[in-house]
């Protein structure tokens, strides 16, 4: 499989462009900002995207979505406890001195569960605690955690919908992935569950 990691907007934001070698087909996790820039690649790679994956609400992981689906017409998956949030004024975007008017997703997702998009096989994992409907998306020994897990540490749990007690849980379901799962998350750099396993204090 090959990951292209994009970071978009104002806060840094990771959009993936995960396709397998071959194919002419994308999957396109949390385009946050800067379409021209995602589709450049999206151009480059020749892979149209399948659909959109959202690990969650936030107006940075949201605000290309709108023009992506517009150009591809693919559907957009966001767990049904975000799906309000995506849609108006609370995704946060009002903190940040943003204006997200908000997108509408075609696919809820309900629990955990698996989504069969073209030749990919995902497995969606409900992970709360950043928000009531993050999800964390895995497949092929890759794990796109949004603002769940990160990176030696993990997501705010201050926000409307945050719960630290959740956060705890979630982390602890992901952490019973295999230990060279990769781990891709919403901001900063790739780990591995083994490593965060060692390493994470909020592990
Ligand atoms: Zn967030
Ligand atoms: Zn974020």
Redesign the pocket.
């Given at each position: 499989m090959i990951v292209k990691r994009v970071s978009v907007g104002p806060?840094a934001?990771n959009c993936y462009i995960v396709f397998r070698e071959g194919s002419s087909g994308s999957l396109i996790i949390d385009p946050?900002d800067e379409f021209e820039k995602i589709d450049s690649i999206i151009n480059a790679c020749g892979v149209a995207p399948q659909a959109i994956l959202l690990t969650h609400g936030?107006f940075?992981?949201i605000m290309a979505v709108g023009a992506i689906k517009n150009k591809y017409n693919c559907p957009v998956y966001i767990h049904e406890d975000d799906f309000r949030m995506a849609s108006s004024g609370g995704n946060i975007s009002y903190y940040f001195g943003e204006n997200s008017l908000g997108i509408i997703a075609d696919k809820i997702i309900y629990g955990d569960c698996i989504l069969d998009i073209s030749d990919y096989k995902i497995k969606a994992i409900h992970t709360p605690g950043h928000t009531k409907g993050s999800v964390s998306y895995y497949f092929d020994g890759m794990l796109f955690s949004?603002?769940t897990l990160f990176l030696l540490s993990c997501?705010r749990t201050d926000f409307p919908g945050g719960s630290m007690g959740a956060m705890r849980q979630s982390l602890e379901k992901l952490m019973t992935l295999p230990l060279d799962t990769i781990v891709y998350p919403?901001?900063g750099d790739e780990s591995t569950i083994g490593f965060e396993k060692e390493n994470n204090p909020y592990v």
């Open positions: 806060l934001e946050g936030h940075d992981h949004g603002d997501g919403g901001h």
